[in-house]
Antibody, heavy 127, light 113 residues
Framework: QLQLQESGSGLVKPSQTLSLTCAVSGGSISSGTYSWSWIRQPPGKGLEWIGY???????YYNASLKSRVTISVDRSESQVSLKLSSVTAADTAVYYC???????????????????WGQGTLVTVSS | DIVMTQSPDSLAVSLGERATLNCKSSQSVLYSSNNHNYLAWYQQKPGQPPKLLIY???TRESGVPDRFSGSGSGTDFTLTISSLQAEDVAVYYCQQYYSLPITFGQGTRLEIK
């Protein structure tokens, strides 16, 4: 059974960089058919997709965060990482990692719905 | 970006009764080449991550009780719980994966009346 576990700094000062890791176990992180996303949820609010990494390390970031986000993968450690720079209080949220399995139609491929999620980790931005 | 709007924001239903949750997308999420609607539903209970219930608008994820069903096409979708159980109290989100960025609705909070 695939398991995802987020970890990292729970308290980050404004203007600093948030760093999180998602450890993947019970399955291969290296399959070319998977994408690994980061999704966040401010306390009491809805879900915001941050971006994903897929195939051999290609990435796509939500434009709302693109200038501040870096997602990377360490296949030897079976980990996916998230870095978010220049954080403010608005970045306070539970951060989830999630997997999507590629679907290809006759004309295009997508990384659709999220079938596995980590438990999430709360990051608070405060001085 | 495709905006997903869910209604109502909250809903109270009696045990054993039907619950109907709605999701509307700002543009069609129906992909004409394969006739699939690129829409999923999730259930989130307090302190837990979202759980996938439905994908392709109407395909139930393995292990999800058959009282959960999804319907709709194009821009208008519905999640129906045929007979509400106590364990169904949660917030429900729809998500489109037709185009990037992936976007979610704001959620519908489902409670027991």
């Amino acid at each position: 059974q695939l398991q995802l576990q987020e970890s990292g700094s729970g308290l980050v000062k404004p203007s600093q960089t948030l760093s999180l890791t998602c450890a993947v176990s019970g399955g291969s992180i290296s399959s070319g058919t998977y994408s690994w996303s980061w999704i966040r949820q401010p306390p009491g609010k809805g879900l915001e997709w941050i971006g994903y990494i897929y195939q051999s390390g290609s990435t796509y970031y939500n434009a709302s965060l693109k200038s501040r986000v870096t997602i990377s993968v360490d296949r030897s450690e079976s980990q996916v990482s998230l870095k978010l720079s220049s954080v403010t209080a608005a970045d306070t949220a539970v951060y989830y990692c999630a997997r999507s399995d590629r679907y290809c139609s006759s004309t295009s491929c997508r990384y659709p719905y999220f079938d596995y999620w980590g438990q999430g980790t709360l990051v608070t931005v405060s001085s | 970006d495709i905006v997903m709007t869910q209604s109502p924001d909250s809903l109270a239903v009696s045990l054993g009764e039907r619950a109907t949750l709605n999701c509307k997308s700002s543009q069609s999420v129906l992909y004409s080449s394969n006739n699939h609607n690129y829409l999923a539903w999730y259930q989130q209970k307090p302190g837990q991550p979202p759980k996938l219930l439905i994908y392709w608008a109407s395909t139930r994820e393995s292990g999800v009780p058959d009282r959960f069903s999804g319907s709709g096409s194009g821009t208008d979708f519905t999640l129906t719980i045929s007979s509400l159980q106590a364990e169904d109290v949660a917030v429900y989100y729809c998500q489109q994966y037709y185009s990037l960025p992936i976007t979610f609705g704001q959620g519908t909070r489902l409670e027991i009346k």
